[in-house]
């Protein structure tokens, strides 16, 4: 064959770009685009145009596969490494390893969620630039699922509480929390996930999911998860820029845009801070080496980063969501009532629980001057004195939990004179009473009652009957949860116990 | 509008409506500033039990893990129901006297001071 014929001359990047991206989509010539793209008007959303749509980040499938490949050759050699060294051993202490439990079950599950949703989001966005973007943030998505139960199942050869992650996150009381998050954002419209997701969530509230956990894997000896986030890390810098890109062009694209983009903004805020209540109480109870607490956590990357952000954005009309001024109140008690409830309902959680040490407690103290030592020693040192007796505390019966957020009703009037009163919210629809830890969840009830009066609550389900039957015994059977080796608190329990043997401790 | 969604008159069936719960209420009941309980609890509660029985039988139950239950003096408590005063009347059933499916329940014990001495 003459070799000239086959030499093709080699497309430049910026046509290799268009042809990969832009150029997959068409005119349809036979069937109605409004047919094809069937969600993009119900929201109210208005875009008058697709091409002002700027691609956040300029990859072709192709270098996609070949960056990402990269970085899973170099990942899964640390895994193997780690697992072949027995890396569990160098943690800071094996409680640590409960923080990473509760990752494993509570956030991968919502990582395999957000590709789910993404692949279906991105389907339904008319602009080509749009469907590129999701599309990839879709297979980041499924890659981090995959990922943090690679770094994670070494540590279930070692520790009780991996292996059920998945047939928990249908069931179990804590675990729908951010299940019910998902679950929301997914069966919304495309524009609502996105900016749920993609700016709320991975842009606005990133780093206090992301930098807790990182940090606190970093500063306990726990090099797979630190791996794995180092590894993530270029692909959540994508995922912020798509957030970004996302909310300039809603707001740009047309004036009704932006009321609708503003309450999805206070809603979406809120309900990604409620799920953080187990990162504050991670960041605060449950390392050993801590590094942080979680209200300088939130002051610093919230009130002080999103202060700057919303200032950005106030050209469009947006505002910062008004429930940051609770937020703010709350962050000198949050993480002491989220503790303290999981701590009492140690027999329930599939993870240990633990009263904090001397230490731990002048810790608190110092990091929370105003309020720990007034509200929230007394119980912890008491609840310590009585393990000590053998009667360590464990609270019967089940708690009320918010019809929105589907967290218990921990949440108290933090912003008032006295504020350990529980923060009561109610609305009554279709003559039924429905109860809310917050203006917000009742503002986001109120809004959409028809999508959360079906919610699947864990403690009616209970009650129900739904979950195995009657007593604690077969609900945690039902939750596949096992009793006296996941459950209850650290101290005696076989975690410890091979800890101790490994460690060649008394 | 009740949820946006694509077809008019989308409506999610009431999951946690009365005739769920086997003939049982659902009744919600916290003891006010003591937080050595995180929050109020929920009990299925049969609706024409007695309020006296809730104070003997449930409230024991609920609440007796604190170390200033027994302390507890039920003639000066003061009552709530769905966030308004309320005089429970020990004989009568829950029903009876006003309190209904996924009510709110409070029981206030002012000179006991939340302490875990």
Not at chain 1, 72 to 87: H, M, P, S, T
């Amino acid at each position: 064959m003459d070799q000239r014929a086959t030499q093709q001359k080699k497309l430049n990047v910026k046509d290799k770009y268009r042809l990969l991206t832009r150029d997959l989509d068409w005119e349809f010539s036979y069937e109605d685009r409004k047919e094809a793209f069937p969600y993009e008007e119900f929201e109210g959303i208005k875009i008058t145009d697709w091409d002002k749509w700027e691609d956040p980040f300029r990859l072709t499938m192709d270098a996609y596969w070949k960056y990402q490949a990269e970085k899973e050759k170099k990942l899964y050699a640390i895994y193997d490494a780690f697992a072949q060294n027995n890396g569990h051993l160098n943690i800071s202490d094996a409680r640590y390893v409960n923080a990473i439990k509760i990752f494993l079950t509570a956030v991968s599950p919502a990582e395999f969620a957000s590709s789910n949703g993404f692949s279906w989001a991105g389907r339904h966005y008319g602009g080509m630039g749009a469907r590129v973007a999701a599309q990839m943030q879709s297979l980041d998505e499924l890659r981090h699922y995959q990922t943090q139960i690679h770094a994670m199942s070494h540590y279930n050869k070692y520790f009780d509480g991996f292996e059920e992650f998945a047939h928990m996150h249908d069931r179990v009381w804590y675990i729908s929390v951010v299940k019910s998050f998902f679950d929301d954002c997914r069966s919304a419209g495309p524009f609502e996930y996105i900016v749920a997701v993609s700016f709320a969530f991975e842009y606005v509230l990133t780093n206090l999911l992301f930098v807790p956990f990182m940090s606190g894997a970093a500063y306990n000896g726990d090099m797979a998860t630190v791996t794995f986030g180092f590894s993530a890390q270029s692909d959540e810098a994508r995922h912020m820029t798509l957030g970004l890109e996302i909310i300039k062009f809603l707001l740009e694209q047309h004036e009704d845009n932006v009321p609708i983009v503003q309450q999805w903004l206070d809603k979406w805020l809120w309900r990604g801070y409620r799920i953080l209540s187990v990162v504050a109480m991670m960041m605060d109870y449950m390392l050993p080496q801590k590094f942080m607490s979680w209200k300088e956590a939130w002051e610093v990357y919230f009130e002080e980063a999103g202060g700057a952000l919303f200032k950005d954005l106030e050209r469009y009309g947006i505002k910062m969501p008004d429930c940051a001024e609770l937020i703010s109140k709350e962050k000198d008690h949050l993480s002491h009532q989220a503790w303290w409830t999981f701590y009492s309902w140690g027999q329930a959680a599939a993870f240990h629980t633990w009263t904090p040490n001397a230490e731990e407690l002048d810790w608190l103290s110092e990091k929370y001057p105003d309020t720990f030592d007034k509200y929230y020693r007394g119980r912890l040192e008491k609840a310590a004195e009585l393990e000590a007796q053998g009667e360590r505390f464990y609270n019967s019966g089940l708690p009320q939990l918010c019809q929105t957020c589907q967290i218990p009703m921990l949440f108290t009037e933090c912003g008032h004179d006295e504020p350990m009163e529980i923060s009561y919210r109610e609305s009554v629809y279709n003559d039924e009473r429905f109860h809310f830890c917050s203006d917000m969840c009742k503002t986001i009830f109120d809004n959409e009652p028809e999508k959360y009066v079906h919610s699947w609550l864990p403690v009616h389900q209970i009650f129900q009957g739904n979950c195995g039957g009657e007593g604690l015994d077969k609900v945690m059977e039902y939750y596949n949860m096992g009793l006296g080796t996941m459950n209850l608190d650290y101290k005696g329990s076989p975690d410890e116990e091979r800890w101790k043997k490994w460690k060649g401790v008394a | 509008m009740a949820v946006k969604a694509i077809r008019p008159g989308y409506h999610g069936e009431h999951k946690d409506s009365r005739d769920k719960f086997h003939g049982n209420i659902l009744v919600y009941i916290d003891w006010d500033l003591h937080r050595w309980f995180p929050s109020p609890k929920a009990f299925p509660l049969p609706p024409d039990m007695p309020f006296g029985a809730l104070i003997e039988a449930v409230l024991p139950e609920g609440f007796g893990q604190h170390p200033q239950f027994k302390e507890i003096n039920w003639d000066t408590v003061e009552w709530s129901l769905n966030q308004q005063p309320f005089t429970p009347d020990l004989a009568k059933g829950l029903e009876e006297q006003g309190l209904d499916h996924k009510c709110v329940v409070r029981f206030k014990t002012p000179e006991l001071v939340e302490s875990y001495a």
